[in-house]
Structures are given as C-alpha cells and as structure tokens.
C-alpha cells in the first residue's frame, strides 16, 4: 500500500518572526520530527502550497533546511502566499512542468499522484491573487497526465479547493475555474481523491461524486464559524498533518493531531 503523510500550509516566516504568536518553525519542526519517528516508511510527504507567508527569500531559505530533516521523500507544490520564481530560486531541485508551473506526477504501483500548482499569478494582484486559478496549460497538461495513468487511480493535489468548503470568505478565494476542472477529470474518470489545504480546517466530503479532503496547518487554524467574510481570521489550535494509504479497495485518509498525539496508552 502507498503510504503518504500530506502537509498544507505551512507559512514560513524568517527567524524571530511569529504569526499571532506562533512560530512555524517550531511548529513544522515537531511535524516533521513525528512524522521522522512514527512513519519514517511513507512513501512521500506531499506539501500543497503556502509554504512561506510573505514569499520572501530568507523564509524559503529557511523552510528548506528544515524540510531537509525528512526522512520520507518530499513533494511540493505552491499556494497563493508564495511567488513562484522566488520560489524555485530556492527549490531549485523542485519539478516543473514543460511551461515552468510546479507540477510533477509520481507514480506508485497502486496510484498516480499529481500535484498542481494553482497559483493565481503574477501578476500579484492581491487580494484577486490569493484566489486558484488553472489557466489552460496548466488544463491541458493535466489532462494529459491523466489519459496517460494507465488505467491506475489518481490522487490530485493542489493548493485551493475547486469547490466550496461551507466557509464564506474562504469559499471566495477558491479555485475560480473549478467547473472547468471538474468537468476536465470527470471526463475520464479515474481521480479517486483531491487533496487540498487553503482553508487551515480538517474538512472531508465529495463534490461531484469525488471525495475529497482538506486538512489543518501545522500552524494557525481558521475559525469554525462559517459565514465570516474575513478569509484572514486566524486562531491558535492544535498543528496537523493528513495521512492517506492506498488500498487494493480504495482509500483511508487519517488525520494526525500531531501536537496533542498521547504516545502512551492504556485499556479503556
């Protein structure tokens, strides 16, 4: 079975730097850590976007000798609070796609992963660009990845979710060709699950006959209320990773509460 521990949002900030006074670092740090010990077999970490929170260089910089530690293999892909090229001056091992978008498929022998880059820009209009977008090539090329599967189910990754999750001033800064997207990989019906982040919530469900899943950042968490229109409220819960494994039947999406996880236990 595919083993794979799944990362959103992680919003690096430079060193001394906090957000509501949390610090990513240390906060990804005791992800990573856990990750290392209790699941050191899996066969990516798969991180889909927001990697820093001002796409500065030195946040990137920092992000990437800590993601360094992993044991695992890493997989990534951007959000609307990175900037691609900053990016991959930094990253500069991350893969591409044929038109410079951070897109990659991997293959297991049970599944293909794809992860799509769904940032919004440049340009950097914001706050338009804090919304998804898949332009047409990036439409096109994976449409290709997913006629060329070979009859294996696939996983999709990317940073915004194509649909709405319930909270209104997130559900705003969706993917904004969702339909598009939709209609794209109904056509060949072999996406078994999308995996996204954006939302800072664990959120799981099925849009369109597809199941999806949305997990927590490792670092601040959005507020349950679900008709604020302010997508930047923010508030201090638990850090949390995604697990997914792929059976010879389907799927198990298990979601890890790192920062709480009892390492003890005992009959109930």
């Known amino acids: 079975m595919t083993k794979l521990i799944i990362f959103t949002d992680l ?5 001394g730097a906090t957000i509501i006074g949390l610090d990513p670092y240390q906060r990804l740090k005791a992800g990573i850590d856990h990750v290392n010990r209790y699941h050191p077999d899996a066969d990516a970490v798969v991180i889909t976007g927001d990697l820093t929170h001002r796409a500065d260089p030195a946040s990137y ?4 000798a800590l993601l360094g530690q992993l044991v695992p293999p890493l997989a990534i892909t951007v959000g609307n609070h990175d900037e691609r090229d900053t990016f991959l001056d930094t990253f500069t091992e991350a893969v591409t796609d044929e038109n410079g978008f951070v897109q990659r498929t991997i293959d297991y022998p049970d ?14 209009d914001y706050p338009a660009s804090h919304a998804g ?7 096109a090329w994976l449409d290709r990845q997913l006629a060329e599967a070979g009859g294996k189910p696939c996983l999709l990754f990317l940073h915004h979710p194509p649909h ?3 909270f209104s001033g997130m559900d705003m800064i969706k993917l904004v060709n969702g339909d598009a997207f ?5 056509r060949h019906g072999n996406v078994r699950h999308i995996f996204a982040g954006h939302v800072h919530r664990t959120i799981s469900g099925s849009h369109r006959g597809i199941p999806f899943s949305v997990f927590k950042s ?3 968490q959005q507020p349950m209320p679900f ?7 923010s508030i201090d819960e638990p850090a949390a990773y995604g697990i997914a494994l792929v059976t010879p039947e389907g799927l198990l999406i298990h979601t890890e509460d790192y920062e709480i996880a009892q390492l003890e236990s005992t009959v109930a």
């Open 182 to 186: 939709y209609e794209l990989i109904l």
């Open 218 to 220: 490792p670092v601040h």
């Open 164 to 166: 709405d999750t319930g």
């Open 133 to 139: 977008y898949l332009c047409p090539k990036r439409l």
């Open 111 to 124: 599944a293909r992963l794809i992860l799509l880059d769904s940032l919004y820009a440049p340009p950097y």
């Open 61 to 64: 910089r920092r992000l990437k």
């Open 11 to 15: 919003h690096m900030v430079p060193e």
């Open 227 to 233: 008709d604020s229109p302010d997508a930047s409220l």
